[in-house]
C-alpha cells in the first residue's frame, strides 16, 4: 500500500473524520480520493487500486470498510453537510470517494504550485458559501464542479468572457456540449441544494456565480487595504 505523503488530504481526513481512521484507512481513503481530486474523476475502481499500491480486491474490501465506519460512527453528524449524509441511505463505492474527492478540493488540495493562487481560493470559497462540495457525487458532476471553479478562477483574475465563449475556447468547439452538460448538472445540483434559489432561476447560472466570486474578491481587496 502506498504511503500517504500529502499533508493536506492528511489533514482534511483527519478534521473530516474526527480521528476515526487508523493508518492503514487514513492511506486507503486518503491516496483514493487524491488521485481522484488530481485526474479529475477519470480513474475506475482498478485504476484507484492500481495507483494505490492495493489489489483491487482489497481496496474495494477497505474502501467499503472504511464507508461503514462512516456511517456506523455518524462521523458527519455535526458537519455542514450532515443532511446529505442523514438520508438514510449509503452511498456507493464510487459516489463516496467521489463526495469526499469533492470536499478534498474545496479544502484547497493543489498541487501545481508551491501555493494555491488567491483567484482560485475564492473561486471555491464562492460556491461554498452556497453548498458543501460533497453534493458531488459522479464522475460528470465532479469534472462540472471542477470546470465551475475554473471559469470563477479566470474570471477573478480579470478576463470577462461570457461562459459559453469561456467553453468553446478553452475546451473547444467539439467538446463544448460535453463540458456544458458536465458544467448544468453541477449547477442543478446546486441549486437543488441551495433552498433559497428563487423559483424562476432554479438553474444556478455561471453568469450568477461570476458576480459573487468578483464580490467576494472585492471584500477580500478591500479588507487587505482598508480606506484610511
Do not use: C
Amino acid at each position: 500500500m502506498k504511503e500517504l505523503l500529502n499533508t493536506t488530504i492528511t489533514e482534511y481526513l483527519e478534521e473530516r473524520t474526527l480521528g476515526a481512521l487508523n493508518h492503514e484507512e487514513m492511506n486507503a481513503l486518503g491516496n483514493a480520493v487524491g488521485l481522484i481530486a488530481y485526474y479529475g474523476g477519470t480513474l475506475d475502481m482498478k485504476q484507484l487500486a492500481y495507483f494505490s499500491g492495493m489489489s483491487p480486491q482489497k481496496f474495494v474490501k477497505d474502501i467499503q470498510f472504511i464507508i461503514g465506519k462512516f456511517y456506523h460512527d455518524e462521523l458527519y453528524s455535526q458537519a455542514r453537510d450532515s443532511a446529505i449524509w442523514e438520508t438514510g441511505e449509503r452511498l456507493k463505492r464510487e459516489e463516496f470517494l467521489i463526495a469526499i474527492a469533492a470536499g478534498l478540493v474545496e479544502y484547497g488540495y493543489w498541487v501545481d504550485t508551491p501555493k494555491e493562487p488567491e483567484e482560485r481560493k475564492i473561486a471555491r470559497q464562492t460556491i461554498s458559501e452556497i453548498a458543501p462540495a460533497t453534493i458531488v457525487r459522479s464522475r460528470p458532476v465532479f469534472k462540472g464542479y471542477l470546470a465551475v471553479i475554473e471559469y470563477l478562477w479566470f474570471s477573478v483574475q480579470g478576463n470577462d468572457l461570457k461562459p459559453d465563449v469561456w467553453m468553446r475556447q478553452r475546451y473547444g468547439s467539439k467538446a463544448k456540449k460535453d463540458v456544458k452538460s458536465r458544467i448544468n448538472a453541477f449547477l442543478d445540483a446546486l441549486a437543488v441544494y441551495d433552498k433559497d434559489t428563487e423559483e424562476d432561476s432554479s438553474r444556478m447560472l455561471l453568469t450568477d456565480l461570476k458576480r459573487r466570486a468578483l464580490r467576494i474578491w472585492r471584500r477580500e481587496e478591500e479588507s487587505k487595504n482598508p480606506i484610511s
